[in-house]
């Protein structure tokens, strides 16, 4: 396809390829083109500029276009790119969001059967074809929502069995998907009920028998681990995490969500791509991201729908680190693949700015999943994944009217 999106009121987003990550200051800055034109060929951007250049650039141009779109009043923006999901499982759990209503812990949701083990068990019960059909119906509508790439991660398996059944969907979802996605291995989610008592048990299947088969079927980018009090400790993560690399499989991981856990430092210290959640940060664990290479990502829809406090975006943007933003869609703490209402929550609860959240939420987004080469920016030769908006004032409109769809089109590829 060659499609010419011209008349554009404001085309922002726009990087120079060597621009990767945005970190500190830089993420205030949202370089745009007012009154603008967007030429799309063969699925990637092929030319940007100035609507009063456009006849001189047609003109040198030989290839026919297929298909016109009148942007005016309208903004185009990259996609969004959701590094942190878990968008394959078998149900949602309505039930529990009454319990939490109802004012019960945790601790008593689990013991009424919720919880990630509940989703463990309908996952385990449902076949591999079902799961793919309503993974695939969710890539569908994140996409309507503005996505343009995606993470996803196993973890409600928690069996051989089952954490395979799991990657081998989002092996296939790879292939069938109209954009990139990445998959990351989950299996230390929690400690499944039959291990209950036998943790050690767990963790050597996790490293001598899942691993080994993962990298021999090629079913995984990254290696993750949910290193948080009550769940893995940090020693523990160490063991996965070294395991993983010995696969090729770079760690990406759950941390300090609910306590100040050591999760940060043993993201850090294993050479993690990403360090996830961070609810729960102090000076320490914002100094130790400052000497590494480790991308911090916040998941404010989770600390949202679970009333916990958000994680400390400005401190963090302040000390110059590359803050990145994701929904962690999943059915027990964040059930909605939103990224336009992480954007609202970012600005709203997170103090952001919204320029800061779009770039945490687009070129930040793709490189915590290293595909800042391929999308996240309107860049010349990147996958063309972009945002139409309806028409609006301005940019601050789409975290402004929080929970409404200021997206018109999304044009994929
Ligand atoms: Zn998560």
Redo the contacts with the bound molecule.
Sequence with gaps: MNILIKNIKSLAGIRDASVRLLKGKELSDLPFIENAFLHITSGKISAFGKMDELSAYLEGNQSSINETIDASGRLVLPCYCDS???LVFADTRENEFIYKIQGLTYEAIAAKGGGILNSAKKLRDMPEELLLEKAMKRIEEIISYGTGAVEI?S?YGLSYEAELKMLRVIKKLKSIAAIPVKASF?GAHAIPVEYKDNREGYLQLLINRLLPEIAAEGLADYC?V?CDKGFFTPEETDRILSAGWKYGLKPKI?ANQLAISGGVQAGVRNNAVSV??LESMGQEEIDCLKNSTTIPTM?PS?AFFLRMPYPPARQMIEAGLPVTLAT?Y?PG??PSGRMGFVVSLACIQMKMTPEEAINAASLNGAAAMELSDLTGSITVGKKANVIITKPVNSITNIPYSFGNDVIERVLIR
């Design positions: 942190h999901t878990h991660k973890g989950l993750d949910f759950h996830d959640h998941l989770a962690d999943n703490s964040s």
